[in-house]
Structures are given as structure tokens and as C-alpha cells.
């Protein structure tokens, strides 16, 4: 079972790296928790939040999106950051 984890994970990461995070449909979703993201890295309280919380669908999602988010920020923009974080709940 481990070792079956471990796989699953790996092929998670390597499809990321490699260009395959663009093929998921949250992306659009994802948008807004860079937007926050890069609200509160600048300062801007208020403004991440209005962005979070500006409209009620998937609100835990968004809320979430934000770890990535910041991670990829980091991680000067590396969109494969936020595929891994998500991929990985499957694994």
C-alpha cells in the first residue's frame, strides 16, 4: 500500500512539473486565491480578503487555495506548486 502511495504521488509531481497543471478545472477558482495571496504579501488586509470572500461559491476552496498560493509566490510563480498541494489530496 505504501509503495502504491508513493507512486501515486511521484506520477502527481512529475505530471506537474511537466506542464500537466493546466488541466484542471479549478484553475479558474485557484485565481482568486492568487489574488489574495498577492494582497496580503503586499500588505493589502482588506483587499485579500474582499477577494476571498467577494462571492460565496467554493468558498473553502478559495480559502484553502491560499496556502499554494503563497507557496507559489515564494516560489517565484511556479504553477506547478498549486498542482502538486491539490494533487496530492487524492494521493
Known sequence: MGFILIVSFGLRVFLAVRGGQFY?????????????AGAFLSGHLHAGLDELFSSPDHLLFKIVGVVPALLE???????????????????
Do not use: H, N, Q
Not at 484553475?27 to 486565491?33: D, G, K, L, Q
Not at 510563480?77 to 489530496?89: D, E, L, Q, R
Open 24 to 36: 484542471w478545472i479549478d484553475e479558474t477558482r485557484f485565481a482568486f486565491s492568487r489574488g489574495a
Open 73 to 91: 509566490k515564494i516560489a517565484s510563480g511556479a504553477p506547478w506548486v498549486a498542482a502538486v498541494f491539490f494533487g496530492s489530496f487524492s494521493v
